[in-house]
């Protein structure tokens, strides 16, 4: 069966990765997926507001909600892969169902568990992960044809209430950044960037 | 009081105003009880390690939330506490409504049910049983503020002792 993924064009995800941090200037929370994701969100530059998972595979759309819920005035993005979110795609439904105006998940589809060996996941062949998204009860899902639309579909997830649910074509290229794997470091540094926390002296 | 008020009257005492549920049917006195709190949000997960994930990102964003679930739910849980709220060291509070002990009539909520506690033994996370009314609220409370003074997770278990269990009807 054809998918609308077909005919898209395949994009870098560590360029649109960077495209879309530079997008962010309020201080906006990012939760980046096991892996690539999270590698490239660090390639892109720290940020205090980055939270980098170093396990807990399909759970960054769950953290997402949860900080989003917590913290209603800020922007969260929350970044996954498709293999992670096929784990837990449930969580499209409480996202649907709870609908924080103030979420964002974008997936970076290349159709593989790239970390584990490149298998093929099912949106390589069947699965359009946007169709899944928007029949979960997501309206505002959409496919990012080329860098352009992914930055204004960005700027519409900055600029208006959610839920949003952004999903791009990407490549397998392997991503160069490693962040340390320190998860206390890591929590402790999130939280004082979204102020969750004080500094300490 | 009931064990579910309780429980509630706890939770409030806590800060914990955020309550993320997968269904059970010895909990539900305490899931409608959070539900009819006004200031408490509580809504349902699709699946318990979801469930914990929505949890810890509230924990990070600085709100004090609770995890309720069944026994045989846990095991879908076993993941996300070992490596997310354990290593980083997130104040996961679970309540967890006992099956397969005490008067079980289904053969498959048995073996969960020996193994969640040896689970959590070998990952460090600190449980507690509840099965008399007049111990909830001094053990639920302790075990509250520890959970989040430690920034570790934390089970209560909710015995057929206090609630009846679940009957085969």
């Known amino acids: 069966m054809a998918s609308p993924r077909d005919d898209l064009a395949i994009m870098s995800r560590k360029d649109l990765t960077a495209r879309m941090v530079g997008k962010l200037n309020r201080e906006e929370a990012v939760v980046a997926g096991i892996g690539n994701t999270n590698f490239d ?9 980055n939270f980098y998972m170093l396990g807990s595979m399909g759970l960054a759309a769950p953290i997402a909600l949860g900080v989003a ?5 800020r922007k969260v993005f929350g ?14 439904t409480t996202i649907a169902a709870q609908a924080p105006g103030n979420l964002t998940i974008i997936i970076w589809d290349n159709g593989l568990y790239q970390i584990t060996g490149k298998q093929e996941t099912a949106t390589s062949s069947v ?5 899944v998204a928007a029949g979960c009860g997501i309206p505002n899902s959409a496919w990012a044809t080329d860098e352009n639309h992914f930055e204004s579909l960005v700027e519409t997830a900055i600029n208006t209430p959610g839920p949003h649910f952004i999903a791009a074509r990407v490549d397998d290229a392997s991503a160069t950044a490693r962040p340390e794997r320190n998860p206390v470091l890591w929590k402790d540094r999130f939280m004082v960037g979204i102020g969750s926390k004080p500094v300490q002296s | 009081m009931n064990w579910s008020d309780q429980l509630l009257e706890s939770l409030r005492n806590n800060d914990v105003d955020l309550t993320i549920y997968v269904p059970d049917e ?15 949000e509580a809504f349902p997960a699709s699946r318990e390690e979801e469930a914990v994930g929505i949890a810890a990102g509230a ?10 679930m069944q026994s045989s739910g846990y095991g879908n849980s076993v ?14 509070l679970m309540i967890i409504g006992e099956r397969g002990v005490l008067g079980e009539f289904n053969p498959v909520q048995v073996p969960i049910s020996r193994a969640i ?3 959590l033994d070998a990952m460090g996370i600190p449980h507690r049983t509840l099965e008399r009314e007049d111990e909830v609220a001094a053990v639920a409370d302790r075990m509250m503020l520890q959970c989040f003074r430690t920034q570790l997770p934390a089970v209560l278990f909710i015995n057929a002792l206090l609630t009846g269990g679940k009957n085969d009807r």
């Open chain 1, 41 to 49: 969100l660090l390639d892109a530059g720290h940020r205090p507001q």
């Open chain 2, 59 to 68: 924990a990070l964003g600085g709100r004090r939330s609770v995890v309720l």
């Open chain 1, 127 to 131: 699965t359009d992960i946007v169709a």
């Open chain 2, 26 to 40: 010895v909990l539900t006195p305490l899931i409608r009880g959070a539900e009819d709190d006004p200031n408490m």
């Open chain 1, 79 to 92: 970044l996954e892969g498709d293999g992670s979110i096929l784990m837990n795609l449930g969580t499209l």
């Open chain 2, 79 to 92: 993941n996300a506490l070992a490596s997310l709220a354990v290593p980083y060291q997130l104040p996961i």
């Open chain 2, 117 to 119: 506690r040896p689970s």
């Open chain 1, 69 to 73: 819920l917590a913290q209603p005035n």
